[in-house]
């Protein structure tokens, strides 16, 4: 099992090296800006459930509980972000980080600030509360896993967590029962192909 703990110990460090705190600002609006704001917010959203989901993975083939345990611990800081109530700083080299949660539950407004019609408003918002459900679902087993004792409990509790994450994350193209981030970044930002924009400034 050498070449796991090798292969996580490698990729955490280019994750640690890659890290951009996204979603925390967006460019000043402009018409017809407001679909290009939207995606740049919703694309560092993706881009940090990306990473995330990178973190569930190094968990899961972890070889030790210790290393397992660390990874869920990340995870846990990226979901509650700097001064959440599980939150350990020692594990966080990237340093004051904005959790996923709270960047899912300031979605809701945020949405109500966008000019969309009423359909459109009423399915992102309803994506977005389950964006947050997932996550705090994801948050639940991380936390149960970091607890655990038993290395395969605790893998588990992981398989878990990436489920909820990939499921927060959403598909694009695949069904948009549930939504996800990448949904809603596709029912708010317009292909060029499809013309227009669903957003208006």
């Not at 964006?131 to 149960?144: D, M, N, W």
Request: net charge neutral.
């Amino acid at each position: 099992m050498k070449w796991v703990r090798l292969a996580c110990v490698m990729m955490a460090t280019v994750l640690t090296g890659a890290v951009v705190v996204l979603g925390q600002t967006e460019p000043a609006q402009s018409p017809g800006g407001d679909a290009k704001a939207a995606e740049v917010r919703l694309e560092g959203v993706a881009g940090r459930l990306r990473q995330t989901m990178t973190f569930a993975t190094l968990a899961v083939l972890s070889p030790t509980l210790s290393d397992q345990r660390l990874h869920a611990q990340r995870i846990v800081n990226w979901l509650e972000g700097t001064g959440g109530r599980h939150f350990v700083p020692q594990v966080s080299p990237e340093g004051e980080i904005r959790g996923l949660i709270e960047e899912a539950q300031a979605l809701v407004p945020w949405l109500g600030g966008r000019a969309l019609d009423q359909p459109t408003r009423e399915q992102a918002l309803f994506f977005a509360k389950n964006i947050k459900a997932f996550l705090e679902l994801a948050l639940e087993s991380s936390l149960s896993a970091v607890s655990q004792r038993h290395l395969d409990q605790a893998v588990n509790d992981m398989r878990k967590t990436f489920a909820y994450l990939s499921a927060a994350l959403g598909w694009e193209s695949g069904p948009a029962y549930l939504g996800g981030v990448l949904v809603l970044m596709h029912l708010l930002v317009p292909s060029p192909a499809e013309g227009g924009a669903t957003t208006g400034s």
